[in-house]
T-cell receptor, first 115, second 114 residues
Framework: GAVVSQHPSRVICKSGTSVKIECRSL??????MFWYRQFPKQSLMLMAT?????????EQGVEKDKFLINHASLTLSTLTVTSAHPEDSSFYIC???????????FGSGTRLTVV | GNSVTQMEGPVTLSEEAFLTINCTYT??????LFWYVQYPGEGLQLLLK?????DKGSNKGFEATYRKETTSFHLEKGSVQVSDSAVYFC?????????????FGTGTRLTIIP
């Protein structure tokens, strides 16, 4: 089946620094990658949608300059949280779709803690 | 707009009990419906899905039937196990040719006690 590898699984960073999260589709070409954020005891909120080779489309209220998304190839998409603050602490998860019947394939998520 | 309303948890059941987690939806168009499961410390895994009215999705003893008349997709299992303890998300998707966003419910935390 389709697999998306997401790294790191956990990261702790200092306030003001940047953190990069990677999602790689291992056995399919992810033409579209969706990035979600999950607050404690809440649902997954879509942050942005990225299509390979084009700029990401951000949901309303998501700061595109703070959450940089790059989808330069069909197998790699990255989310960079710039100038992180404690309120950015959350669980981030990517989900890829491709030209197959796999539908959505999610990564295992990244727990970000900003101290 | 599209939305999913899911039974609030947490839900605690004894092993071998019958499980129902309610899910209703509002959508423009004809959505596909999904149940995802998130085990502790892991990402989301697709549990089952249904793509049209009256379809029944099933997997690992779980079932859900796409009910268009009641706009529902309730998750059921006849006899739960401790290993079923997880958070369950109901979700819908409207296919839009390359823009298939999933809209999630709030999730229901299920705990099964021996």
């Amino acid at each position: 089946g389709a697999v998306v590898s997401q790294h790191p699984s956990r990261v702790i960073c200092k306030s003001g620094t940047s953190v990069k999260i990677e999602c790689r589709s291992l056995d399919f070409q992810a033409t579209t990658m969706f990035w979600y954020r999950q607050f404690p005891k809440q649902s997954l909120m879509l942050m942005a949608t990225s299509n390979e080779g084009s700029k990401a489309t951000y949901e309303q209220g998501v700061e595109k300059d703070k959450f940089l998304i790059n989808h330069a190839s069909l197998t790699l998409s990255t989310l960079t949280v710039t100038s992180a603050h404690p309120e950015d602490s959350s669980f981030y998860i990517c989900g890829g779709t491709g030209v197959s019947d796999y539908g959505y394939t999610f990564g295992s998520g990244t727990r970000l803690t900003v101290v | 707009g599209n939305s999913v309303t899911q039974m609030e948890g947490p839900v605690t059941l004894s092993e071998e009990a019958f499980l129902t987690i309610n899910c209703t939806y509002t959508a423009t168009g004809y959505p596909s419906l999904f149940w995802y499961v998130q085990y502790p410390g892991e990402g989301l895994q697709l549990l089952l899905k249904a793509t049209k009215a009256d379809d029944k999705g099933s997997n690992k003893g779980f079932e859900a039937t796409y009910r268009k008349e009641t706009t529902s997709f309730h998750l059921e299992k006849g006899s739960v196990q401790v290993s079923d303890s997880a958070v369950y998300f109901c979700a819908l998707m409207i296919s839009n040719f390359g823009n298939e966003k999933l809209t999630f419910g709030t999730g229901t935390r299920l705990t099964i006690i021996p």
